[in-house]
């Protein structure tokens, strides 16, 4: 043990990074939607990790899960044949249906997200790749190239070359960008990084008939609108289109860091050794994986997903002053607030108030709380926040 001279808060300064701004709260136990600081003041949970926790905090089936993979086989890598991970490809794969036939099993976001730009320029034998305008897909080299915000990607220039951006729901700026080079394009079906911002209907169908044309491969980051958040499995299915990557993470494996991206028939499978990663596949965050799908098998879960979020959109429009936001977009329990000013104050306002929550961009407030979360829970978050932006609004 290290001999403790300085407060935890105190000790984690000295020794991080320093690459995040962090809020002050010790976050030290969590139980469903409630998370509690070292003081044992509970506070309910609406980051859950950045959209990790779908389930939220100690789940009993996938807490199970994990005990029993755990005292079974911790580490396996894919040069072996392993069991669960037999069984979560399958029941991956069979959960999503056709055209998506294979995974590939990686450990975060932006590693799927890496995998996929180097599938489809592997498979296309292109290098263009387009973009929209306020996405955000990760932070490593080549997922950075393809996020919008200048402030992520302009220290670490010159990044991958061939990525060009285009307006969000813009489906003639789209057409006009693809090029006989334009092997993929890769676009949230809600952008939440970006201000939580859905995408048309129309916009998504056309846009895959515009890839179809041109040959060029469809990749749906689906990191954090999957598993269950917009109210289907994907949020793809909501608009009757058929990606041809699909880059996956967040709450796939319960808290557990697991990664994927799904293949279409049109990827085909990879060559050996065109791509790897040593945690990616790994029994345990299989056995995790195994029971978040077991549990969003339910298809009464999901009902309850899109009604919470549609009365949650309901209530905000009819109780909060016209002067306390500018709009209230979202899908399902993935919500944002437009506000008329700054997230910052009102975020460390409902932070005081019990409530944690996330910005998304400078003036969004970002709600999401677990898929499972109490009513009485979920009321007591929509009437904290009509009354915090209804008193900061005046």
Not at 129 to 143: E, K, L, N, S, Y
Not at 247 to 265: D, F, N, T
Not at 327 to 338: A, C, H, K, T, W
Not at 357 to 373: D, E
């Amino acid at each position: 043990m290290i001999e403790q001279t300085v407060s935890l808060r105190e000790l984690e300064d000295q020794h991080s990074s320093g690459a995040y701004i962090k809020r002050d709260l010790m976050i030290v136990r969590g139980e469903g939607a409630a998370l509690y600081d070292e003081a044992g003041r509970r506070y309910i949970d609406c980051v859950t990790g950045r959209g990790v926790a779908n389930f939220g905090h100690g789940h009993p089936v996938i807490q199970a899960a994990i005990e029993r993979q755990l005292s079974a086989l911790v580490v396996c890598p894919e040069i072996f044949y392993n069991p669960v991970r037999a069984e979560y490809q399958a029941a991956l794969v069979q959960a999503v249906g056709e055209p998506f036939a294979r995974a590939f099993l990686c450990n975060s976001g932006t590693e799927a997200v890496e995998a996929a730009l180097k599938i489809a320029r592997l498979v296309t034998g292109r290098r263009g790749v387009i973009a929209t305008m306020r996405a955000f897909h990760g932070r490593t080299m080549g997922a950075l190239s393809t996020t919008w915000e200048k402030a992520y990607r302009e220290p670490f220039e010159p990044l991958i070359e061939g990525v060009s951006f285009v307006p969000f729901n813009n489906l003639e700026r789209l057409q006009a960008a693809l090029t006989p080079d334009t092997a993929a394009v890769i676009i949230e079906p809600v952008q939440g990084e970006g201000g939580v911002h859905p995408a048309q209907a129309d916009y998504l169908r056309g846009l895959q008939a515009a890839c179809h044309a041109n040959d060029t491969l469809l990749i749906m980051d689906e990191i954090q609108t999957g598993f269950g958040r917009t109210g289907t499995l994907f949020a793809y299915q909501q608009y009757g289109i058929q990606p041809d990557l699909m880059p996956l993470a967040k709450s796939m494996a319960g808290g557990l860091p697991m990664g994927a991206v799904l293949m279409s028939e049109t990827a085909g499978a990879l060559p050996p050794a065109a791509h790897g990663s040593t945690f990616g596949g790994n029994p345990l965050a299989c056995a995790a994986g195994l029971a978040v799908l077991e549990l969003l098998s339910d298809p009464d879960l999901l009902t309850r997903v899109q009604q919470l979020g549609d009365s949650a959109q309901a209530y905000f429009r009819e109780h909060l002053k016209e002067t306390a936001y500018r709009d209230i977009r979202g899908r399902g329990l993935l919500l944002g607030i437009e506000l008329r000013g700054k997230a910052a104050p009102i975020l460390q306002t409902l932070q005081e108030r019990g409530v944690l929550a996330l910005p998304a961009g400078s003036t969004v407030l970002r709600l999401l709380p677990p898929l499972t979360i109490e009513e009485n829970n979920w009321l007591t978050v929509l009437e904290t926040i009509v009354e915090v932006l209804n008193d900061a609004a005046g």
